[in-house]
């Protein structure tokens, strides 16, 4: 009866110190890890009760249970079955033990009722999940998680001097709402914000994802960034300035998704312009705006999962999963094909599919708040994602020209993932009541609506039309083998070389004054050659300076 009453996050835990005692045929019992954890999570929701432990003065809560804690922890119950079936044929012990502590970490941070429990599970998420991507064991995924490594240690600093802050000031760390009210809460707020991605933010997403593991991005899209919604939800909702930065996260991105060859750094950047309207949903801070907020991080975990493990399935049949190289897979692997196709139809909001049920809640929330400008900017935002997500993905991975290749299918474990997360995705998105009654807030949100599900309708059509049209126009831009500049390039190009210029300068600079002076000293007459004249002249210097500062001095103080 005891186990029952323990913080999610132990079994994983466990499971991950255990896992590499089992023979290598037995390992796929780390599949019962989320299944009964969270079934045991599901019905003793009612009765479970907190966790509280001593730690010096302070009293942590390692379990605090409300209603949006229990949503993200069925959530990550969810995502970690399938991320964990996913890789279920690595042999690689690395990825999975990584795997398991990295979704035990945002269990606990999800139950977390103070600001020190969090802080150390924040941390955990950090240094967990850059296993992920160094795994991969490139150049590129080494030095890419080099620098997510930096990114979210940064934001664990700022989220530990923003902690101590706000106890000395409020002499509370309770994990709860807090809002935009001095340096305290600033320094939460840009520790949430760094892991949110938030503009100018962002590059550590959009560098280090598509550098993972094919395996190792899904565990990635799953926990890092939901976990930083649930903390804005948790402390700063109704933050205006968030509804602001939320309208920029959904439009930044799409611009750079369509010209990017990389499909799995496309849904690197898909994935900030749909972590944008969650933001704006926080931001709005209205009932119907928070669930919105919270239920289109759930089926974004869902849908986004679910592309990029069909990604994830060609880059481990192929070997990349560059646009302008692929065609013509649906041959060969028309299951993946499928999977895509329903992943690339929920992230779309087609109605009848999940992200229709909860996209929409967050664009009603944004009208009724009268911010018809940035409802624009949404509607903008949702016809751009139909088009570098929902159709760029698939079209260009699966059908486009006929590239040649003839992989085989994927594996039957990833096959079985893609399967529950395609059911998913049609079954919330038919039937949503099932996701609404596990909502934080109270409401009465219909989705289908002959207005809302017509001008939804419209707008695919339309943006489909246009793709059609650019593309036998020559006018979309094509898959091209090319860099494109990020804001990163400034800290990962620009800087280093400004850097090197100004010490290159310097040191000729030093050279010459050291020829210069040996010059001047070579000119000296050689009585006056010795340390003793130059020490002479210099006292003398050193007494003219000093005499001209007493003067103005006297002369400021006389006026």
């Known amino acids: 009866m005891w186990m029952t009453e323990l913080p999610p996050f132990i079994a994983f835990y466990l499971a991950a110190l255990l896992l590499p005692l089992l023979p290598a045929k037995t390992r796929w019992l780390v599949l019962l890890v989320p299944v009964l954890s969270g079934i045991n999570l599901y019905v003793n929701s009612e009765s479970l009760q907190a966790v509280q432990i001593t730690f010096m003065e302070f009293e942590l809560e390692l379990m605090r249970i409300d209603r949006l804690s229990l949503m993200f922890g069925y959530l990550f119950h969810i995502a970690a079955f399938i991320a964990l079936l996913f890789c279920l044929h690595v042999k690689d012990l690395l990825q999975q033990t990584s795997g398991l502590v990295y979704a035990g970490s945002a269990l606990g941070a999800c139950f977390a009722g103070d600001l020190i429990t ?55 760390l309770a994990f709860d709402y807090i809002g935009l009210d001095g340096l305290a809460s600033w320094l939460l707020f840009f520790a949430f914000g760094i892991k949110c991605a938030f503009p100018f933010l962002h ?56 010209i990017e060859n990389d499909l799995r750094r496309v849904l690197a950047y898909s994935l900030i312009n749909q972590l944008g309207f969650m933001v704006c949903g926080i931001g709005i801070g209205t009932a119907l705006a928070l669930n919105g907020a919270v239920a289109h991080a759930f089926n974004d975990v869902i849908f986004k999962g679910l592309l990029f493990m069909t990604m994830g399935a060609v880059l481990h049949r192929v070997g990349h999963v560059n646009g302008s190289d692929l065609g013509g897979l649906y041959k060969t692997m028309p299951k993946t094909t499928w999977f895509c196709i329903i992943g690339a139809a929920s992230i779309s909001a087609f109605p009848l599919f999940s992200g229709f049920v909860s996209k929409s809640m967050v664009m009603a929330a944004m009208i009724e708040a009268g911010h018809e400008y940035l409802w624009l900017m949404l509607l903008f935002a949702s016809a751009g994602v139909f088009h570098h997500a929902g159709i760029k ?146 006292t003398k210097r050193m007494t003219a300076v000093l005499v001209l500062l007493l003067f103005l001095g006297f002369l400021a103080r006389a006026v």
């Open 118 to 172: 969090l802080f150390l599970f924040w941390e955990m998420l950090a240094l967990t999940s850059v296993w992920l991507i160094w795994a991969r064991r490139t150049p590129e995924a080494s030095s890419a998680g080099l620098r997510y490594l930096i990114y979210q240690v940064l934001s664990g600093v700022l989220l530990l001097a923003g902690t101590a802050l706000h106890y000395h000031q409020t002499q509370s």
């Open 203 to 258: 590059t550590w997403l959009t560098d280090a994802y598509p550098e993972a593991t094919p395996t190792g991005t899904v565990f990635l899209s799953a926990f890092t960034t939901k976990m930083a919604v649930f903390a804005l939800a948790r402390c700063f909702p109704g933050t205006e300035l968030l509804v602001y930065i939320g309208a920029a996260m959904t439009c930044f991105p799409i611009f750079y998704a369509v």
């Open 393 to 538: 993905i698939p079209f260009f991975a699966f059908f486009a020209h006929d590239s040649g290749l003839r992989p085989k299918e994927a594996p039957a474990n990833m096959l079985a993932a893609m399967f529950i997360a395609a059911v998913l995705c049609i079954v919330i998105g038919s039937y949503p009541d099932i996701l609404y009654s596990l909502l934080p807030w109270e409401h009465d949100y219909m989705p289908y609506d002959i207005t809302h599900t017509l001008t939804q309708l419209q707008l695919l059509f339309f943006s489909a039309l246009a793709f059609v049209w650019l593309n036998k126009q020559g006018l979309y831009p094509p898959e091209l083998r090319s860099v494109n500049l990020d804001v990163d390039w400034f800290y990962r190009k620009a800087l280093p070389s400004v850097s090197v210029g100004i010490m290159t300068k310097l040191s000729s600079l030093k050279a010459r004054s050291v020829e210069l002076s040996s010059s001047w000293y070579a000119k000296l007459p050689n009585n006056k050659s010795s340390s003793s004249y130059l020490i002479s002249q210099l």
